[in-house]
């Protein structure tokens, strides 16, 4: 068989499925959205309209197993009666409308579901995907351990459940964390029902941390923007912030006069000294 035998029995099935959907006068008959994606837990509504004008005798929605095989009808109307066949299908709106809310329990629920359409002329089908997010849940742990006397703190940043993959970033004095002295640990973990929970550790000895709280920054489509967590931690007073005590001190005796004893100057100029 020529090349152009073979460019004619691959262009047959695409154009016998175009004419499927397409009236004689190049209209559409169905109007479906081909993407559709939802969020884990929560409902969504797959719709599928026939416009065409012929009497329509029955319309389901089938789920596509494979590249060969479909399922049984999952919802649709037959007789003039809806009807659904799964929990998770209310029925659909009519006839010509098959308009459905589906309840996603299960990531298994991504796929391809087809909508299809009899008459006594012809029969009309289309597809729309079906995809199935997770919107992780954030949790925040605080933990501290002394090793060779020097005191060191973790902060643990977890979002749990996500589809897909959740990102995870930190903010120190509202820039992304060095890494020195602050070391960072991430780890993934892939659960069974086919989401994955991402853990990120900021580990930094409390002696060098000057800052009194870290941001943890998540980014997942599901959230409408990166959520960011503040997390304050124990620090110490830097050197720049002890100056500026001393500063507003220093001008607060001088505008109200005081005489500044002994008792007040030693310590503050024990304190000041070490500062600078």
């Not at 499925?17 to 081909?34: A, F, K, R, T, V």
């Not at 919107?135 to 589809?163: D, F, K």
């Not at 580990?203 to 599901?222: A, G, K, M, N, Y």
């Not at 967590?229 to 507003?248: A, F, G, K, N």
Request: aromatic fraction near 6%; proline fraction near 6%.
């Amino acid at each position: 068989m020529g090349c152009s035998g073979l460019l004619i029995l691959v262009l047959i099935p695409n154009i016998a499925h175009c004419l499927e959907i397409l009236g004689s006068d190049g209209e559409p008959h169905l109007d479906i959205p081909h993407n559709i994606t939802a969020v884990l837990g929560e409902d969504v509504y797959l719709w599928c309209r026939y416009m065409g004008e012929s009497e329509i005798l029955s319309a389901t929605w089938k789920r596509q197993i494979n590249t060969k095989v479909k399922s049984r009808p999952l919802a649709g109307f037959t007789n003039d009666e809806p009807f659904s066949r799964f929990s998770d299908f209310s029925e659909p709106e009519s006839g010509t409308n098959l308009t459905v809310k589906m309840s996603v329990s299960s990531v298994d629920a991504e796929g391809e579901y087809i909508c299809e359409f009899e008459s006594e002329e012809a029969s009309y089908s289309d597809s729309v995907f079906l995809t199935v997010v997770a919107r992780p849940e954030i949790q925040i742990q605080l933990s501290a351990e002394t090793i060779n006397g020097s005191h060191y703190q973790s902060v643990s940043c977890s979002a749990v459940g996500g589809r897909p993959v959740s990102k995870i970033s930190w903010l120190v004095d509202d820039l992304p964390s060095p890494d020195h002295p602050l070391t960072q640990h991430t780890i993934e973990t892939v659960h069974p029902n086919g989401t994955s929970t991402v853990s990120s550790t900021l580990r930094f000895p409390t002696h060098l941390q000057d800052q009194e709280s870290v941001v943890c920054i998540v980014q997942h489509p599901t959230l409408p923007s990166p959520t960011l967590t503040t997390v304050r931690v124990e620090h110490t007073v830097s050197s720049q912030s002890q100056l500026r005590v001393c500063v507003v001190v220093f001008v607060f005796l001088h505008l109200c006069c005081l005489e500044v004893t002994d008792c007040i100057a030693s310590p503050l100029k024990s304190f000041c000294n070490h500062a600078s």
